[in-house]
Structure formats: structure tokens, C-alpha cells
């Protein structure tokens, strides 16, 4: 998807993620919540700079500077018109960073924690490569570049996909095709774990999570790659 696609969405971005998801019983903000609250619980010591990569209208960067309140915060994406959303409901929060291509307009080592939310179904996978070695390069030595995904064998995963008109040209990542891409460049370690098994009927069980997290089963997966 393209900047100007990006842009004719931006606008009805909630609504349209809203209807996707009614299967599950939540709203957009739960899943931008659970992966800020992820990151916060697998980093060692809170990160000066982080990068919010492909961050949209800006769904995770109140929970960014909740979870991370003395740290700064970027976030970037193509589309103009999503950064003006962004910046409107957050005008004091972070940086906002319109990204038309590689190399990306940030200096080597520069952010300490980058997150990629549901972003890498929108790119060629033909560019993936490219995207995460220019990731790598922007991130400091002992930083964490997390990636969050659709998992694409879980089928109520794929039938919010396909019902998503802003995801109507997604190409679903793989766990095993996210860590390939990764350790293909200069990681020292990289993590799998699986998450949202359990729809809001049920979130009484989702304190059983964490120890499920290895099934490739839930409803999407991180990926955390350090540096």
C-alpha cells in the first residue's frame, strides 16, 4: 500500500479496525495496549529514544509515554495525512517523521527501542530485507527491535484480515518468515513468543498467556530481535 492509500484511510482508520475485530470482543486501543505492555516487560531498563516504525494515527504513542513516560518518542510513517491525525491527538507526546523511502532520515544507533506494529503485512516482502537492515542500522548496540504480526494460521486472525478494507492487499507474515528475515542481519539474539488466544468472553483465561506463548496458535506473535 502506497502513501496516497495510506492517506484515503487515515481518516476512517478506527472505524474500519473497529469492525474487523468484533470477533473479539475488544476494541483497537486493547491491541495497541497489550504491545506496549509487552515491550515493557522484556526490555531491562527504559529506553531514552524509541522509534514507533509504520506508526499510523499514532494508536500506540499515548501507551508509549504511559509505559515509558521519560523517554522520547518518534514515530514515523508514509502517509502525511496519518501524521496529522497523530499529531493531533497527540500534539506534545512525540515526533512525527513522514518516511518516503531508504535509507530512513535517522542517524546510526539512534533509538534504543524500535516497534513495528502490524506494519510488515503492508510491504513487499521483497523489500523486508532492506527495511530491517536499515533498522538494525538505526538501532543502538543492547537496543530491541520489536515485531508484531498477524499470525497467518490462526483463522479468526485471517477472516479480520480479510474483512479489513485497509488490509484488502495485506500478505500475511509468518513467525518463521520474520525470524529469517531478522537473523539475516546483525542481531545477537532473537525471540518468538505468541499472544491473544483468548477473546474478551474468555479474558479470564488470559493470565495463562505467557505460558502459552510458545503454541503458534494465538492471534498474533512478536518477534524481538536485540542488538
Do not use: W
Not at 492517506?7 to 476512517?12: L, V
Not at 516487560?41 to 529514544?49: L, M, N, W
Not at 502525511?80 to 523511502?101: C, D, H, M, W, Y
Not at 479474558?203 to 505467557?210: D, M, W
Amino acid at each position: 500500500m502506497n502513501e496516497a492509500e495510506f492517506d484515503k484511510f487515515a481518516d476512517e482508520y478506527h472505524a474500519q479496525h473497529a469492525r474487523s475485530i468484533r470477533l473479539s470482543g475488544e476494541e483497537p486501543d486493547f491491541f495497541a495496549q497489550y504491545k506496549v505492555a509487552e515491550m515493557a516487560r522484556q526490555v531491562e531498563r527504559a529506553p531514552a529514544k524509541i522509534l514507533d516504525f509504520g506508526g499510523g494515527i499514532g494508536n500506540s504513542l499515548g501507551h508509549l509515554k504511559a509505559q515509558f513516560p521519560q523517554s522520547n518518542v518518534t514515530l514515523c510513517d508514509p502517509s502525511l495525512r496519518s501524521l496529522e491525525i497523530a499529531k493531533e491527538r497527540f500534539p506534545t507526546q512525540g515526533n512525527f517523521v513522514q518516511i518516503t523511502g531508504l535509507p530512513l532520515p535517522f542517524a546510526d544507533h539512534e533509538f534504543d527501542l524500535i516497534l513495528a506494529a502490524c506494519v510488515f503485512h503492508h510491504i513487499d516482502p521483497a523489500e523486508h530485507g532492506a527495511i530491517i537492515t536499515e533498522l538494525s542500522r538505526i538501532l543502538a548496540p543492547g537496543g530491541s527491535f520489536f515485531l508484531f504480526e498477524h499470525n497467518p494460521y490462526n483463522p479468526l486472525t485471517r477472516k479480520a484480515v480479510s474483512e479489513c478494507e485497509f488490509d484488502k492487499d495485506a500478505i500475511l507474515v509468518s513467525s518463521r518468515q520474520a525470524r529469517r528475515s531478522l537473523r539475516g542481519v546483525s542481531f545477537r539474539t532473537v525471540k518468538t513468543r505468541f499472544r491473544i488466544f483468548f477473546p474478551r468472553m474468555l479474558s479470564a483465561l488470559r493470565f495463562l498467556e505467557p505460558a502459552l506463548g510458545f503454541l503458534p496458535i494465538g492471534g498474533q506473535y512478536f518477534v524481538q530481535a536485540t542488538k
